[in-house]
């Protein structure tokens, strides 16, 4: 399930825009990004073992920190996953490589809500599936494209902000390990597994984007259309790796989107329920359990960052919102009492650091309009506290 939620937009659609940035240090902010992701899912495996509870640091917040402090994860966990969502929809129609990005992106993400409504559920078998693939592919462009990139002259390294900025780029595609983390009541014994799942998926994760980084550098993969690595498998392996590589990429694509949709629709009729978003989001349709008003919203909410149409804006943004969410998250774990603790706060307060200092080097555009949404979303949630629960 970790590989499932990591393996995805991340490695097949924005780590050329950590290239482009990084160039040969590259390697050294997927470090960066995977040890900061580490201290996190830690963080997150501690609250999760003592509130097997759907809605994440939303819940968590509102638990340990304050009301605002809860409102405002689960808004921005809103924003940056759907900017993640609209980034993978972006990177479907780069691989499906049918002219303009913002259609077909549509059509991508119209497809995966109807899917939502009539009531999919990604499984366990799907989900394997996708993993298989997407790992598949990306192993067989790694052992391919190995000598070549090897041989390859090494790119100018960018310069420490630059490599601050693709690490914190690079860390939006490790925020997978969050659905391991949430899965304390379907785990055996969680508070021991689910952070040894957290730990190796992680591992496993950063060693497969730390070879791919190598060769997209080597071989000159920025994000271009979005999808750098289809022209480096075929100059490596020719039409067949090609193939092979769009199959995977559009596999894990369209698991992200599905997905996402799936986890923020859930989100938000979490938040409908609270009134901290409209209750009649928190309807659920007939005798079903799929809540079809929340699902129709994040559909719109998605859509509007599609029609921005450039894969960097999104993610850059996305970036920003989770770095700022998962110090929520680290912040709620330092609070946890003694006999909740798993381990050290050194690692929250790690985790902490690793955030905000790598939010400091994200394009400050995505500041403003970031602080813009908080603040919206904060006097939305003052309003809707002194109004009575209809």
């Not at 992200?256 to 978003?277: F, I, P, Q, Y």
């Amino acid at each position: 399930m970790g590989l499932g939620s990591i393996v995805g937009t991340g490695v097949f659609v924005s780590l050329g825009l950590a290239v482009d940035l990084a160039g040969s240090a590259v390697v050294w902010a997927v470090a960066v990004a995977a040890f900061v992701a580490l201290c996190n899912g830690l963080s997150s495996a501690q609250l999760a073992a003592s509130n097997p509870v759907s809605g994440g640091t939303y819940e968590y917040g509102y638990r340990y920190l304050h009301p605002a402090a809860g409102f405002t994860a689960g808004w921005l966990f809103l924003i940056a996953k759907s900017a993640s969502a609209a980034t993978a929809a972006l990177g479907i129609a780069a691989y499906v490589g049918i002219g303009a990005e913002r259609l077909p992106a549509m059509v991508a993400l119209v497809v995966v809500t109807a899917l939502v409504l009539a009531g999919i559920r990604r499984s366990n078998q799907a989900n394997a599936v996708v993993v298989v693939l997407a790992v598949g592919s990306l192993a067989a462009l790694a052992v391919v494209a190995w000598p070549q990139a090897t041989d390859a002259a090494s790119p100018r390294a960018g310069s420490f902000s630059q490599v601050a900025e693709a690490a914190a780029l690079v860390f939006v595609a490790f925020t997978g390990y969050g659905r391991v983390a949430t899965l304390g009541e379907e785990v055996t014994s969680p508070r021991r597994n689910i952070p040894i799942a957290v730990v190796v998926t992680l591992v496993l994760t950063a060693a497969l984007y730390v070879v791919v980084a190598f060769v997209q550098s080597r071989l000159g993969g920025g994000v271009g259309s979005g999808s750098a690595l289809v022209p480096i498998a075929g100059v490596s392996g020719g039409e067949a790796l090609s193939g092979v590589v769009r199959i995977g990429a559009l596999a894990a694509l369209v698991g992200v989107l599905l997905n996402l949709v799936l986890g923020l629709s859930r989100v938000v009729l979490a938040m409908g329920r609270r009134n901290d978003l409209p209750l009649r989001l928190s309807r659920l349709r007939g005798e079903g359990r799929t809540p079809a008003a929340a699902v129709v919203a994040v559909a719109g909410l998605v859509a509007g960052f599609v029609l921005i149409g450039d894969i960097r804006t999104t993610w850059s943004f996305s970036a920003l919102t989770v770095l700022v969410y998962y110090a929520l998250t680290n912040l709620a774990a330092l609070r946890q009492p003694p006999e909740e603790r798993r381990m050290s706060p050194v690692v929250q307060i790690v985790g902490l650091a690793g955030c905000l200092g790598l939010a400091v080097f994200v394009d400050p555009r995505m500041w403003a309009w970031g602080s813009g949404l908080v603040v919206v979303g904060l006097l939305w949630h003052g309003a809707r506290r002194r109004r009575p629960v209809a």
